[in-house]
């Protein structure tokens, strides 16, 4: 049912299902590898709790880029973050990694609305994030750190662990695929 709400709402995010590469992408690119059903498989069977919770359905009534909604990118995240310590060869703690990426945009407003409290959403919105995921889910010291640095360096604090640097890299990339392409 989980992966049911992957592919129907973000087919187009893998790549693997795709009939053709994409025009461009040249072979033995890293993209090309990617197997985004089988990550969207493995992020079910590690954080499926945090993905059937009341609080992340509610992602879904929020557009984050382009077309693609808070539930569906922070999804693409934790695939992409999954994605990534595997073809870097990083040992992580990966139930860590994907809970981090999954609640690394769980502020819960929609940050398009014209309202003086998200003035600056950027910024503040990592903090609001770490806020409301302490109030639902009990996280250890590499989910809180990878929610609070997800946005480096536009916030000024690095990431201190190996999965909250690559939930910053693979919010930028799915930031940039979505804001171009959905």
């Known amino acids: 049912e989980i992966l049911h709400i992957f592919f129907a709402t973000?087919?187009?995010?893998?790549?693997?299902?795709?009939?053709?590469?994409?025009?461009?992408?040249?072979?033995g690119c890293l993209l090309m590898e990617y197997n985004g059903a089988h990550y969207a498989s493995m992020?079910?069977?590690?954080?499926?709790?945090?993905l059937l919770s009341p609080e992340m359905q509610r992602e879904q009534?929020?557009?984050?880029?382009?077309s693609t909604t808070c539930y569906?990118?922070?999804?693409?995240?934790?695939?992409?973050?999954?994605?990534?310590a595997d073809v870097l060869h990083l040992r992580v703690d990966r139930l860590s990694l994907a809970r981090g990426a999954?609640?690394?945009d769980f502020f819960l407003y929609d940050?398009?609305?014209?309202?003086?409290?998200?003035?600056?959403?950027?910024f503040r919105h990592p903090f609001s994030a770490l806020k409301n995921a302490r109030k639902h889910f009990n996280l250890?010291?590499?989910?809180?750190?990878?929610?609070?640095?997800h946005m480096f360096p536009l916030t000024p604090f690095p990431p201190l662990?190996?999965?909250?640097?690559?939930?910053?890299?693979?919010?930028?990339?799915c930031a940039l695929d979505e804001t171009l392409f959905s």
Request: proline share 6%; aromatic share 6%; with cysteine.
């Open 72 to 84: 569906a990118h922070s999804a693409n995240v934790a695939c992409m973050a999954l994605y990534l």
């Open 161 to 173: 662990y190996k999965e909250s640097l690559l939930v910053c890299l693979a919010d930028k990339l």
């Open 10 to 27: 973000n087919p187009q995010r893998f790549p693997s299902n795709r009939q053709t590469k994409p025009q461009g992408m040249k072979e």
């Open 43 to 50: 992020l079910v069977d590690l954080a499926s709790d945090i």
């Open 111 to 122: 940050w398009h609305e014209s309202d003086p409290s998200h003035r600056l959403h950027g």
């Open 102 to 104: 999954l609640l690394h």
């Open 140 to 149: 250890n010291p590499i989910e809180c750190d990878a929610i609070r640095k």
């Open 61 to 66: 009534n929020f557009i984050q880029h382009g």
